[in-house]
T-cell receptor, first 112, second 112 residues
Framework: DGGITQSPKYLFRKEGQNVTLSCEQNLNHDAMYWYRQDPGQGLRLIYYSQIVNDFQKGDIAEGYSVSREKKESFPLTVTSAQKNPTAFYLC???????????FGSGTRLTVV | DAKTTQPPSMDCAEGRAANLPCNHSTISGNEYVYWYRQIHSQGPQYIIHGLKNNETNEMASLIITEDRKSSTLILPHATLRDTAVYYCIVRGTQGGSEKLVFGKGTKLTVNP
C-alpha cells in the first residue's frame, strides 16, 4: 500500500546534539512538508519542498535543516541551534495538481 | 496566519449529527475549503474538500454557503471514535508555494 512513513516514532536527544528525523513516501508525490506541533496548538510549517533539490523555509525554519535529494525522501535535521526542540513533528506530502495532503504518523522528539 | 476561524470546542451526543462551523470570509475565488481531523498523537487525516458545491463522501458532508464565506462540516451519526480536533483550511488551486496553514481547529468531544 502507498503511504508516508516517519521514523522513529519516539526520539530522545541530549541537549547540544543534532538529530535527524526520517520521512519517506511511495505515493509519487512531488511536494513534501515538515510541520511542528506543540501541545494544544495547531501545526506550524518548518520547511517544504515542491521538487527534488529545492526547498523553502516555512514559518519557523530557524534551528532546522532539510534536504531533498530524492523524490521519496525529505529528512529533517533538528540542530543544536533549535532552542525548544521538544515537540511532535509531522511530515506530509501532496501531488502538485491534487491538493490533498497525506500525513505521516509523526515523530515525538524529547530533549533530555 | 490561518485564514479560517473555528470555535475552540464543541460537544455532541453519540449517534447525533455533529455540525462543525468554519468562517473563511477572505476566501478567494480559486481557493478550496479542506477539512482534516487529528486524533490525539496521530497525523491529521483528510476528510473532505470543496470549492463551491456541497460535497459528500463516506465520512462526512461539506456545506458551503453561496457567498463561500463560511462552511459546515457534518458528521451525520457521530461515534466516540469521531472525538478529535477538526481543522478547516483554505488552499488555492495554483501550484508553486501554496501550502496548508493550520489554525487551532475545533476540539470535538462525542459523549456516550
Amino acid at each position: 500500500d502507498g503511504g508516508i512513513t516517519q521514523s522513529p516514532k519516539y526520539l530522545f536527544r541530549k541537549e547540544g546534539q543534532n538529530v535527524t528525523l526520517s520521512c519517506e513516501q511511495n505515493l509519487n508525490h512531488d511536494a513534501m512538508y515538515w510541520y511542528r506541533q506543540d501541545p494544544g496548538q495547531g501545526l506550524r510549517l518548518i520547511y517544504y519542498s515542491q521538487i527534488v533539490n529545492d526547498f523553502q523555509k516555512g514559518d519557523i525554519a530557524e534551528g532546522y535543516s532539510v534536504s531533498r535529494e530524492k523524490k521519496e525522501s525529505f529528512p529533517l535535521t533538528v540542530t543544536s541551534a533549535q532552542k525548544n526542540p521538544t515537540a511532535f513533528y509531522l511530515c506530509a506530502s501532496s501531488r502538485r495538481v491534487d491538493y490533498g495532503y497525506t500525513f505521516g504518523s509523526g515523530t515525538r522528539l524529547t530533549v533530555v | 496566519d490561518a485564514k479560517t476561524t473555528q470555535p475552540p470546542s464543541m460537544d455532541c451526543a453519540e449517534g447525533r449529527a455533529a455540525n462543525l462551523p468554519c468562517n473563511h470570509s477572505t476566501i478567494s475565488g480559486n481557493e478550496y475549503v479542506y477539512w482534516y481531523r487529528q486524533i490525539h498523537s496521530q497525523g491529521p487525516q483528510y476528510i473532505i474538500h470543496g470549492l463551491k458545491n456541497n460535497e459528500t463522501n463516506e465520512m462526512a458532508s461539506l456545506i458551503i454557503t453561496e457567498d463561500r464565506k463560511s462552511s459546515t462540516l457534518i458528521l451525520p451519526h457521530a461515534t466516540l471514535r469521531d472525538t478529535a480536533v477538526y481543522y478547516c483550511i483554505v488552499r488555492g488551486t495554483q501550484g508553486g508555494s501554496e501550502k496548508l496553514v493550520f489554525g487551532k481547529g475545533t476540539k470535538l468531544t462525542v459523549n456516550p
